[in-house]
T-cell receptor, first 114, second 115 residues
Framework: GDSVTQMEGPVTLSEEAFLTINCTYT??????LFWYVQYPGEGLQLLLK?????DKGSNKGFEATYRKETTSFHLEKGSVQVSDSAVYFC?????????????FGTGTRLQVFP | NAGVMQNPRHLVRRRGQEARLRCSPM?????VYWYRQLPEEGLKFMVY????????ESGMPKERFSAEFPKEGPSILRIQQVVRGDSAAYFC?????????????FGDGTRLSIL
């Protein structure tokens, strides 16, 4: 079945450092890909998405490109801030094999220190 | 902020009791999804409902768990005869239609603790 694999955390960075969180997926059909962010005690917020190969999603300085050839959707940010500290989830939705349920990775905790 | 509203935020039950979790979707959204997050894990899909219909319950445990989304009122996730392993955060998400181009909007979750 479909699945998402994320790099394990925590990822610990200093403010203004470059961030990469790796995400790869396995899907039968043609999934849409998402990054969600979860702050402590809160629900998930959509960070960005891409619906087809070569699409680039971007928001708040974060970017991710849908790479079909490598089945990847890595999250990047050029300069992180302390306020970016949170747990980041990569997810896919593959309607071609069923409903629009989201399949999540296990999450990557990011800790940014001043 | 008329986002997805879940209540209660925290729920404590003793083993064998029933737990009812409520979710009011965003205004204009008629599709509701429930997910469960065990400690230090990602979210796992449980069930997908439209008004008065269960569309996909492939992630629901076969026993003790049920869900509904009536014509009027919130969606309810019901857990009967709770056990320690049911302790988790339960999140509800809604979308205007069942379309992966319409992202799901999440509530803040209900954290269920079983004594």
């Amino acid at each position: 079945g479909d699945s998402v694999t994320q790099m394990e955390g925590p990822v610990t960075l200093s403010e203004e450092a470059f961030l990469t969180i790796n995400c790869t997926y396995t899907a039968t059909g043609y999934p849409s890909l998402f990054w969600y962010v979860q702050y402590p005690g809160e629900g998930l917020q959509l960070l960005l998405k891409a619906t087809k190969a070569d699409d680039k999603g971007s928001n708040k300085g974060f970017e991710a490109t849908y790479r079909k050839e490598t089945t990847s959707f890595h999250l990047e940010k050029g300069s992180v801030q302390v306020s970016d500290s949170a747990v980041y989830f990569c997810a896919l939705s593959d309607r071609t094999v069923g409903t629009d349920k989201l399949i999540f990775g296990t999450g990557t905790r990011l800790q940014v220190f001043p | 902020n008329a986002g997805v509203m879940q209540n209660p935020r925290h729920l404590v039950r003793r083993r064998g009791q029933e737990a009812r979790l409520r979710c009011s979707p965003m205004k204009g959204h008629s599709h509701v999804y429930w997910y469960r997050q065990l400690p230090e894990e990602g979210l796992k899909f449980m069930v997908y409902l439209q008004k008065e219909n269960i569309i996909d319950e492939s992630g629901m445990p076969k026993e003790r768990f049920s869900a509904e989304f009536p014509k009027e009122g919130p969606s309810i996730l019901r857990i009967q005869q709770v056990v320690r392993g049911d302790s988790a955060a339960y999140f509800c998400a809604s979308s205007p239609r069942g379309d992966s181009n319409q992202p799901q909007h999440f509530g803040d979750g209900t954290r269920l603790s079983i004594l």
